[in-house]
């Protein structure tokens, strides 16, 4: 998911002199947000691309893949932030060394 929001905000025209902004919270509830800023104007929106499209599924890949997901303009007026959360809780029933084998 973390990808797929960067990929969008470089992608996004904006004078050279910007950044993009990368900010991953971990809650006391098992909560994980990540969260991308980059100074360009509007908001982004899930596209149904057709088949034969190579681009525009990657909010499509984050509203299937987090809990919640959305965008807030940024503070000072200049941008936006596109943020995302999923549950960080992880299953202790498995480990790394139940996958190999």
């Known amino acids: 998911m973390l990808s797929e929001l960067v990929t969008n905000a470089?992608?996004?025209?904006?004078?050279?002199?910007?950044?993009?902004?990368?900010?991953?919270?971990?809650?006391?509830?098992?909560?994980?947000?990540?969260e991308v800023s980059d100074a360009g104007e509007g908001k982004p929106e899930v596209r149904r691309p057709g088949e034969d499209e190579?681009?525009?599924?990657g909010l499509l890949l984050v509203e299937a893949l987090a809990d919640h997901w959305g965008v807030r303009q940024r503070v000072g007026g200049i941008g936006k932030t596109?943020?995302?959360?999923?549950?960080?809780?992880s299953d202790a029933s498995?480990?790394?060394?139940d996958a190999s084998g």
Do not use: Y
């Open 82 to 89: 596109v943020w995302a959360e999923l549950s960080a809780a």
């Open 10 to 34: 470089v992608q996004v025209p904006v004078p050279p002199d910007r950044q993009v902004g990368v900010r991953i919270v971990q809650s006391g509830s098992g909560r994980l947000r990540l």
């Open 94 to 97: 498995s480990s790394p060394e």
């Open 54 to 57: 190579t681009c525009g599924r």
